[in-house]
């Protein structure tokens, strides 16, 4: 099992950046693919960034294309997403999570594909 702590949100203007950090327990980390989500109030929890467990597979909404990046470091147990050029839009709970993949270079996009979840870390964008 394997616990995940977002940090690294706040309230910012649109155009600048953040980077939100995701502290995983355990000494599993490099077995699980991670992702990031989010969810914006009245809406579905939507897919935001993805990682294989290698790190060398990553893929992204086309909404964050260009702008977001994530990545992982797997010495210190955790992942990371650098978001750039922040828009209001980009507003919502953000949520990272693990899923168990036997592939290191798979990702997964789908919130039902994966096995542990964060408690969310908030991202305030205002215009």
């Known amino acids: 099992q394997v616990q995940l702590v977002e940090s690294g949100g706040g309230l910012v203007q649109a155009g600048e950046s953040l980077r939100l950090s995701c502290a995983a327990s355990?000494?599993?980390?490099?077995?699980?693919?991670m992702g990031w989500f989010r969810q914006a109030p009245g809406k579905e929890r939507e897919f935001v960034a993805a990682?294989?467990?290698?790190?060398?597979?990553?893929d992204y909404a086309d909404s964050v294309k260009g702008r977001f990046t994530i990545s992982r470091d797997n010495a210190k147990n955790t992942v990371y997403l650098q978001m750039n050029s922040l828009k209001p839009e980009d507003t919502a709970v953000y949520y990272c999570?693990?899923?168990?993949?036997?592939?290191?270079?798979?990702?997964?996009?789908?919130?039902?594909?994966?096995?542990?979840w964060g408690q969310g870390t908030q991202v305030t964008v205002s215009s």
């Open positions: 999570a693990a899923c168990t993949s036997l592939s290191t270079r798979t990702y997964y996009t789908r919130p039902g594909q994966y096995d542990y």
């Open positions: 355990g000494r599993t980390f490099s077995s699980y693919a």
């Open positions: 990682i294989s467990r290698s790190g060398g597979s990553t």
